[in-house]
């Protein structure tokens, strides 16, 4: 017997028992789609982090200190002067304020709040900023120019527009030049950054920056408490951190006159990428035992199948199949069973995935890694042939007489 | 001499409390073309007679020389081949594939023969009108009466031509006037000089057998020839 006439044998057989062969696909179907499912949205997830980390840029620091009020003297102007004196460590610095008082923006017949909770898409916010705004979060200017010293200094009535706020406000039109009014004030566009690109981050592209001296007249007079601070490298932040920690716990005792912290972003995606690292290894375990579930179910099937098949391979026999032919059959049988159920899987898989990168992750869209997929669909298909294929031994080297027996 | 087996036996259980001699130093020739009836109760012993002279069961000793063969000493691959080449089965459950058809039952010992594909369909037909049964070729199993299962299961065992056809008990499932169809399809392929080996309980249809070998737990009793009507 060759093995084209063995495969057709085997569709035959397949073909005459939809039903068994449907139910040891399903074992085999759910295994697989639910590992590619689980593991691609992890990776999905992932990578998103990872985008938004990049779009955020990375040996960034943060920097907090306030005092409390009755603690003498404010420590805004000496951090920001040591932070501007580290020269050898840094790009740039700046303060970072964002206003939460409820402040109008207009552009013609365009008006957008700052408090529009609502509807995040169409929030604008106003954050105030010096000339080395843009360089310490990673902006890239799309047009114009940044703000300037100048500006910061004498107070000026412009304004940088993010890619978000730039299209809600003016579409495709160049905006530079144009005057836009906050809280009825005017304000000369100067420039405008390019988009983040981050999908669901609306909050960094929906941005109009102003000099960081407009603090005193839009924000209650407050202090300054937040500054960014671009290291040149790595080894920069670690250093700027250490400097900057040294430097404020010579004026504020944590909780008793104030409060100050300073970490970088690069802390903060160590440790993200620690946790989707656990993320990955709790989800994978799950998908690991719904496939191994799968796999029982599919062990069970295939040794009821054959154990109930006996008396077929003893009929095989009588009229002169050899013990090989019959392992051959049942070897095709369970690897073309187990390989259709597993492209049925990894199709149902790639479809879950899309589904759930839409509803999960923000439209984004999710392809399964082929090592998993490969992976998932190689294991089911190792197992249905296994354990198709052990009884089957077991059953055609039963003398005939005994096979036929079976009942 | 087509079939010499001598001191054949098979135990089961040896040597224990339960032990049983289905065969008991059993010792029998046939000739090539000879129509031979293996008779007995339940329990006689002729349908593991019929299972070892059809290599469908190994002896537990004793010789037994197929058409010059020493059939003990083969193997899997030697015997499944006698089992396809040189002897025909029909049983008294048909014991045909449920999931394929008429056609396909017949096509199946072909398939394992080696059979060019553009023969066999053709031989399994002709076979199917052997019996009568060429206009159901496409009917499965569950959609015909017994006697037609019947003469699927020799339209199966005639397909590859063999020289021996070993039939347990081919009518015991059947009415007399469909039974009476079957023997006469037996009788017929005697006629064009295959050897037959029928196994039964049932007299009436030993005295249609021109040689009956009468056993009784495990020994052959009596071997008799004798006149037939129908020759």
């Known amino acids: ?407 | 001499m087509l079939i010499d087996i001598k001191d054949l036996y098979k135990i089961y259980n040896e040597g224990q409390e339960s032990e049983v001699r289905a065969l008991d130093g059993v010792s029998l020739q046939i000739d090539r073309g000879e129509f031979v009836a293996i008779v007995g109760a339940s329990g006689s012993g002729k349908s593991t007679m019929m299972n070892v002279l059809g290599c469908l069961d190994v002896p537990t000793r004793g010789e037994y020389v197929l058409n010059g063969t020493d059939v003990t000493s083969l193997k899997d691959r030697e015997l499944a081949r006698i089992r396809n080449r040189e002897i025909g089965f029909i049983f008294q459950g048909y014991n045909l594939l449920q999931d394929l058809d008429a056609l396909d039952n017949v096509i199946l010992p072909l398939i394992y023969r080696g059979t060019s594909i553009f023969e066999r369909e053709e031989l399994a037909m002709a076979a199917l009108a052997r019996v009568g049964m060429d206009d159901r070729a496409r009917h499965r199993p569950s959609q015909m009466s017994g006697g037609q299962q019947q003469r699927v299961a020799i339209a199966r065992a005639i397909a590859t031509h063999p020289p021996i056809i070993m039939a347990d008990e081919p009518t015991g499932a059947l009415d007399s006037k469909t039974g009476r169809h079957v023997l006469g399809i037996l009788q017929q392929l005697y006629r064009e000089g295959t050897t037959i080996l029928l196994i039964t309980h049932d007299d009436g249809i030993a005295a249609t057998a021109p040689r009956v070998v009468r056993l009784s737990d495990g020994k052959i009793i009596s071997d008799k020839h004798q006149e037939v009507d129908w020759l």
Not at chain 1, 206 to 230: A, C, E, G, H, W
Not at chain 1, 370 to 389: N, Y
């Open chain 1, 1 to 407: 017997m060759n093995l084209m006439q063995a495969f057709k044998m085997a569709f035959k057989s397949i073909a005459s028992k939809k039903m068994r062969s449907f139910l040891t696909m399903l074992g085999i179907i759910i295994g697989v789609a639910s590992v590619v499912i689980m593991v691609s949205v992890v990776q999905g997830q992932n990578k998103k982090q990872m985008e938004y980390l990049e779009a955020m840029g990375d040996n960034k620091i943060q920097v907090y200190a306030s005092r409390w009020y009755g603690s003498s003297g404010d420590i805004s102007e000496l951090l920001y002067e040591y932070c501007l004196g580290m020269q050898d460590l840094v790009v740039g610095v700046t303060p970072q304020i964002e206003v939460w008082q409820e402040i109008t923006i207009k552009y013609g017949a365009k008006t957008f709040n700052t408090q529009n909770w609502d509807d995040w898409e169409k929030r604008v916010s106003l954050k105030l900023g010096s000339d080395q705004f843009g360089v310490c979060n990673n902006y890239t200017l799309g047009g114009g120019r940044e703000l300037s010293f100048l500006d910061v200094d004498k107070t000026n009535r412009v304004c940088v527009l993010g890619g978000g706020a730039k299209k809600l406000l003016f579409d495709f039109v160049d905006p530079v030049g144009e005057t836009i009014f906050i809280n009825s004030q005017p304000f000369l566009v100067v420039g405008w950054y390019e988009p983040t690109g981050v999908e669901g981050m609306s909050d960094m592209d929906n941005v109009v920056l102003l000099p960081y001296t407009f603090n005193r007249t839009l924000n209650n007079n407050q202090d300054i408490s937040q500054y960014v601070v671009k290291a040149k490298s790595a080894a920069a932040t670690t250093m700027a951190i250490a400097k900057l920690k040294a430097f404020l716990g010579g004026f504020i005792t944590n909780g008793e006159n104030g409060n100050y912290d300073v970490y970088s972003n690069n802390d903060w995606s160590n440790q993200m990428q620690e946790q989707s690292l656990m993320q990955s290894l709790v989800l994978g375990a799950i998908a690991g035992i719904s496939l191994l579930v799968g796999g029982i179910g599919i062990m069970n099937i295939m040794l009821v199948t054959v154990t109930e098949r006996t008396r077929e391979i003893g009929i095989r026999k009588a009229i002169g199949a050899e013990r090989r032919s019959i392992i051959v059959q049942f070897l095709i049988e369970a690897a073309v069973i187990c390989g259709i159920g597993g492209l049925i899987g990894i199709g149902l898989g790639c479809m879950g995935s899309l589904i759930a990168g839409k509803f999960l992750l923000q439209g984004m869209i999710l392809w399964p890694s082929s090592v998993i997929t490969i992976g998932a669909f190689t294991f089911s298909v190792a197992l249905g042939v296994v354990f198709g294929l052990y009884p089957a031994i077991k059953a055609s080297s039963l003398q005939p007489v005994e096979a036929l027996r079976a009942e």
